[in-house]
């Protein structure tokens, strides 16, 4: 390895042994540059769904994403480590008999925690925890999947309803138990021993508690915030409520900080365990297989969404209207996935896409974010001084792809020509050797080949609209590099395009990252997007608002600040 240092002469001699390397590579970045990358103003499709994969599978088991937009699209096999608790709030001692609900903090598993003997104030209520003891088969659905928006307002449980029933039934938002059972049984057959979804927090649903966890304890708590409960968990009237579901529920909460305090304490320690897994890598006791997923958002597997989601905004994109071929094809495609492999080995190629994803996250999330700020400040410099700056981003961003050659040529063509074999490279380079290996390529799975296609599209994209930029300061004379004898541009023209094409980008590829309380949270407070079911669910607020024209401003949800400790903020 030859470390570039700040010595001239050890540049020198990288540069000389560079130079002895025989020049054969897989990624042909240097001579002649097709028709694909000679237009640096060819937009990506209005229907592709690229940067959608991208950052739903760049999202997956994290807290942040999955909360903003709740309506999942994709669903991964996975397993949860050995070793593993789970916790399991519980009205007896007894051992679930049937599917139940685990958590995999135990603040979310203390809310449904019941069975107090007698009525005096020292209440108490059973957790069960348990210890997964060999790896445990799991499917995930993303989004915010395990809640139950109603009657067709919401679009978070789509992916499961289509899965277990077949359709997407209005009337049976609420039927947990409906959904825990035929989930249980359509995956009984790839020995399917789990469900992961979120709400809140993470939760697994475990089939069967005979096999592969095993009882570590179970403890009676003392239940302090049970008076604040109405009426109390273990009443059963308390779950005529909720047809059909045996899985208890925290009743409405006055949405004031009259709250009961204990009740506010409960709540909000349930979302901050929640808020534990917002970001990479996110909830990380669930492993998953991403070989072996399955998109909605594949526009080849399921075009009949394509048409429904003309229009809306990503929010409001869900699974309900898929057609009834297109869900056999997911349908099938999932089984054969599911029974493609053996205990031990994944059926992929071996790439870890997770991290292939990441890298593109890490090297351009802060970037393009501090070229956004940049471009929408006002500084005492003069514009030159500023446009030079920004340049000089834009020209670190492509330094590993700014090829000696690549510059425009005094009495050449006309345009920005010039730039494309930095664009071929900036957006190839990856994966390259993937698209070169013909065994590598023989090996990858449907699920992988759509991955690649995904980060393929992604990556040309951010790149296309980073080299125009970087193109444009070059014209205007901008560059530290690159001199530009004549047809200057002028520089507020430039920024002005600048301005446009880096908001473009970042709203295109819409990732999460960036959404942010800002300015940013004291030590007191946490930053906080509203999060299901507190957002009037149970008060009747929610149908309220799906009647008018304008969103209900939990539909959107927009991040702000709570506090820590009593007293809490209203939510
Ligand atoms: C324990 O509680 C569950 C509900 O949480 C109930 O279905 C079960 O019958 C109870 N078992 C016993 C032994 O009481
Ligand atoms: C609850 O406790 C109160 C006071 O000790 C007692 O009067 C009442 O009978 C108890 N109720 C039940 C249902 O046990
Ligand atoms: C706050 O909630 C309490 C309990 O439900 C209620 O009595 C009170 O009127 C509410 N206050 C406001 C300002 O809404
Ligand atoms: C996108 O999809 C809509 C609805 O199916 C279709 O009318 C339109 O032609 C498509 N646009 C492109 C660019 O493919
Ligand atoms: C979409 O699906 C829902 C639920 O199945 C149904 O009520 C609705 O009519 C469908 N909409 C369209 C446009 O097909
Ligand atoms: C740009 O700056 C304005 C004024 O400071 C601010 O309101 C706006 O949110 C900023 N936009 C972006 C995209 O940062």
Not at 87 to 107: C, F, I, K, M, Q
Not at 427 to 452: Q, V
Not at 511 to 529: H, I, N, T
Not at 547 to 553: L, Q, S, V, Y
């Amino acid at each position: 390895m030859c470390f570039l240092n700040f010595a001239l002469t050890i540049a020198l001699l990288c540069a000389v042994r560079a130079a002895q390397i025989p020049i054969q590579t897989l990624a042909t970045g240097t001579v002649g540059v097709d028709s694909a990358w000679s237009d640096l103003s060819a937009l990506p499709g209005a229907n592709a769904t690229g940067q959608l994969i991208f950052d739903t599978v760049n999202s997956l088991l994290q807290h942040w994403p999955n909360t903003r937009y709740r309506n999942g699209h994709n669903i991964i096999p996975g397993s949860v480590p050995v070793g593993t608790l789970l916790y399991h709030g519980r009205a007896n001692n007894s051992l679930p008999t049937v599917p139940e609900w685990t958590a995999t903090d135990p603040e979310h598993a203390y809310g449904f925690c019941g069975g107090a003997p007698g009525n005096d104030t020292n209440i108490g209520c059973w957790q069960l925890t348990f210890v997964v003891a060999r790896p445990l088969k799991v499917l995930y659905f993303d989004g915010s999947s395990a809640a139950n928006m109603k009657a067709g307002a919401g679009g978070t449980q789509d992916v499961q309803d289509l899965l277990v029933w077949g359709e997407v039934d209005h009337a049976r938002w609420i039927d947990e138990r409906g959904r825990i059972n035929g989930l249980c049984e359509w995956g009984r057959e790839f020995g399917i021993e789990g469900y992961v979804r979120m709400e809140m927090d993470f939760e697994i649903m475990i089939c069967d508690f005979t096999v592969g966890v095993e009882l570590l304890a179970a403890d009676f708590l003392a239940a302090w915030w049970a008076h604040f409960i109405t009426p109390p968990l273990w009443d059963p009237a308390s779950q005529s409520a909720d047809p059909g579901s045996t899985r208890p529920r925290p009743r409405p909460h006055p949405r004031n900080n009259s709250e009961p305090p204990a009740a506010a304490l409960l709540r909000f320690e349930t979302i901050r365990a929640g808020s534990w897994h917002n970001r990479y890598p996110g909830e990380t006791r669930v492993v998953l297989d991403l070989s072996r997923l399955v998109s909605f958002y594949d526009t080849a597997l399921v075009p009949s969404l394509i048409p429904h989601r003309a229009g809306l905004e990503r929010w409001d994109h869900r699974a309900q209207n898929i057609s009834a071929a297109d869900l056999a094809a997911v349908t099938e495609r999932l089984r054969a996935l599911l029974a493609s492999t053996s205990e031990s080995s994944s059926a992929g190629s071996g790439v870890d896409w997770k991290t292939m994803y990441r890298v593109v996250v890490d090297r351009y999330a802060e970037r393009l974010e501090l070229l956004q700020y940049l471009l929408n400040t006002t500084t005492t410099e003069t514009a030159a001084a500023r446009g030079k700056t920004i340049q000089g981003q834009l020209r670190v961003m492509l330094t590993p792809y700014t090829l000696h050659a690549a510059r425009p040529v005094v009495g050449g063509p006309a345009g920005d020509g010039w730039a494309a074999p930095v664009w071929r490279g900036c957006a190839t380079r990856h994966t390259a050797h993937i698209h070169a290996s013909a065994a590598l390529s023989a090996r990858l799975t449907a699920s992988e080949r759509l991955l690649l296609s995904a980060l393929d599209e992604t990556g040309r994209e951010i790149c296309r609209v980073v080299v125009r930029m970087w193109a444009a300061g070059v014209r205007a004379e901008l560059d530290s590099v690159i001199p530009v004898a004549a047809n200057a541009e002028d520089i507020p023209h430039v920024v002005e395009g600048w301005r446009a094409d880096a908001n473009a980008l970042m709203q295109w590829l819409d990732w999460s990252v960036w959404v942010k309380c800002r300015p940013a949270c004291g030590v007191e407070e946490m930053c906080y997007l509203p999060t299901w079911p507190y957002f009037g669910q149970w008060t009747g607020e929610r149908e309220k608002g799906d009647d008018t024209e304008k969103a209900p401003p939990w539909k959107r949800p927009q991040p702000r600040c709570i506090r820590l400790f009593e007293p809490y903020s209203p939510l």
